[in-house]
């Protein structure tokens, strides 16, 4: 039996958490494709993308502290380079209220980027710097993973899971998976702990995804139900009324 090494054991599950994470950061595309196609944000945020690309953007920085961190800079890379696209294409197409909106808040997330670059740079040195921008990363992810609450709880009080996909909840999950063993063999527990969290509400996503999968089912059968004994009464009381005007127009010959 072959015995991997430590070494050998993160660069697979950093690879297999690229492949995944590159599939996640891909999700968005039929939805900008659909903004494209009718040339309006439909209503759409650009917020999600916002988070996701400060996030990209601080672990990219992290990993170049981190040094030889070459699967987290090739993901993340990737990650600022497509939530770019997705957001300028959101400001492409979204009304001036929401641009203004977006703008704002895009200047926010580079400003606190470059801050954070800055203070770290002046304030510390060393080990020291990788420690502090670690702890953001962490927390930072932490708060990505927690986003999806309002969706659960919006699926526990709505009893549907149309805003819920399964496959993009299986897939989060197996991304926090690939990535807390790539940390966890890395001994980078900045990049492991958070994803602990992450696999844990991962897994109670596709939970309840199981659980009120079928309720959209019976509620469309309830409506239609109901909507078919609507219909047979008003055509019952039609033909009644059809039948009695048939019996005024034509009465019968005694």
């Not at 950061?25 to 939805?31: E, G, H, K, N, Q």
């Not at 209503?43 to 040094?67: H, M, R």
């Not at 109901?226 to 008003?234: F, L, M, Q, R, S």
Request: with cysteine; aromatic share 18%.
């Amino acid at each position: 039996m072959v015995r991997l090494s430590v070494h050998e054991l993160s660069f697979i599950f950093g690879l297999l958490g690229n492949i995944v994470s590159f599939i996640v950061f891909l999700a968005p595309v039929p939805t900008f494709y659909k903004i494209y196609k009718r040339k309006s944000s439909e209503g759409f945020q650009a917020v999600p993308y916002l988070v996701a690309l400060f996030s990209a953007g601080l672990l990219l920085y992290y990993a170049y502290l981190k040094k030889n961190a070459y699967l987290i800079v090739s993901i993340n890379g990737f990650g600022c380079v497509i939530e770019l696209a997705y957001i300028s294409l959101f400001l492409f197409y979204a009304p001036r209220k929401s641009q203004i909106f977006t703008g704002w808040l895009m200047l926010l997330v580079t400003g606190s980027l470059g801050m954070m670059m800055l203070f770290s740079y002046l304030f510390a040195k060393g080990s020291e710097r990788v420690m502090i921008v670690g702890w953001i990363c962490a927390v930072i992810n932490v708060a990505v993973f927690a986003a999806p609450l309002s969706i659960m709880r919006q699926v526990i009080r709505t009893k549907s899971v149309e805003f819920m996909p399964f496959t993009l909840s299986l897939f989060l999950t197996l991304s926090a998976t690939m990535w807390f063993f790539y940390g966890f063999f890395k001994k980078d527990f900045y990049i492991a702990l958070p994803n602990v969290l992450g696999f844990l509400f991962g897994v109670v996503q596709m939970l309840l995804y199981f659980f009120y999968k079928g309720s959209d089912k019976l509620d469309l059968e309830e409506t239609a139900k109901t909507k078919g004994v609507e219909v047979c009464i008003k055509i019952e009381g039609d033909s009644d009324k059809a039948l009695h005007s048939m019996e005024k127009a034509f009465p019968e010959s005694k």
